[in-house]
């Protein structure tokens, strides 16, 4: 089945860095990315569509630049926080799929811990 | 609006038991449902979604338009159902909502003995 994976898994990083993750689509070629941020005890919540090769669309609320996204090609996106405090401490997960209303497929989630 | 609504947190059933995780949902235009289900330490997957119909791992869930429900439902509920199990919404038709998920809460069953 599709694959979908994230880099790093874990990261702690001090306030004001930045940090970036990597989701990569290891056996399909993806065309739209998803990037959910859930906290603990919660629901995932959408933070912002990425469609290859052109700009994010980022969900009401969701500062951009802040949570700068990049789909350089159809198997990776990258989302760089920048500037983290740590309000920004969260599980981010990514997902991807190949055409419109095909599944989601989910990566594993990355830990972000900002000290 | 997109709204998904599992009233459930948590969700308690002993093994061979029925069980039926709630969802609820609200959306002005026509929706796709899903269930999706994440086990201990492994990543969220589907589990099953109205539009294919499909019984998954004796799973079935009924869309029920007028009372704007999709619950889950298994007769004879396993051990291995244990996990966190999540209702989605998407919008179909439509450019911008068609492919953005909504998610619910989350009910977390586990499968006593």
């Known amino acids: 089945g599709a694959v979908v994976s994230q880099h790093p898994s874990r990261v702690i990083c001090k306030s004001g860095t930045s940090v970036k993750i990597e989701c990569r689509s290891l056996?399909?070629?993806?065309?739209?990315m998803f990037w959910y941020r859930q906290f603990p005890k919660q629901s995932l919540m959408l933070m912002a569509t990425s469609n290859e090769g052109s700009k994010a669309t980022y969900e009401q609320g969701v500062e951009k630049d802040k949570f700068l996204i990049n789909h350089a090609s159809l198997t990776l996106s990258t989302l760089t926080v920048t500037s983290a405090h740590p309000e920004d401490s969260s599980f981010y997960i990514c997902?991807?799929?190949?055409?419109?209303?095909?599944?989601?497929?989910f990566g594993p989630g990355t830990r972000l811990t900002v000290t | 609006a997109q709204r998904v609504t599992q009233p459930e947190k948590l969700l308690s059933v002993f093994k061979g038991a029925p069980v039926e995780l709630k969802c609820n949902y609200s959306y002005s235009g026509s929706p796709e449902l899903f269930w999706y289900v994440q086990y201990s330490r492994q990543r969220l997957q589907l589990l099953l979604r109205?539009?294919s119909r499909e019984s998954i791992k004796g799973f079935t869930a009924d869309l029920n338009k007028g009372e704007t429900s999709f619950h889950l439902k298994k007769p004879f509920a396993q051990e291995e159902d244990s996990a966190m199990y999540y209702c989605?919404?998407?919008?179909?038709?439509?450019?911008?909502?068609?492919?953005?998920?909504?998610f619910g809460e989350g009910t977390q069953l586990t499968v006593n003995p």
């Open positions: 997902s991807a799929r190949t055409a419109p209303y095909d599944e989601q497929y």
């Open positions: 989605a919404l998407s919008g179909l038709g439509t450019k911008t909502s068609g492919s953005r998920l909504t």
């Open positions: 056996d399909f070629q993806a065309t739209t």
């Open positions: 109205h539009i």
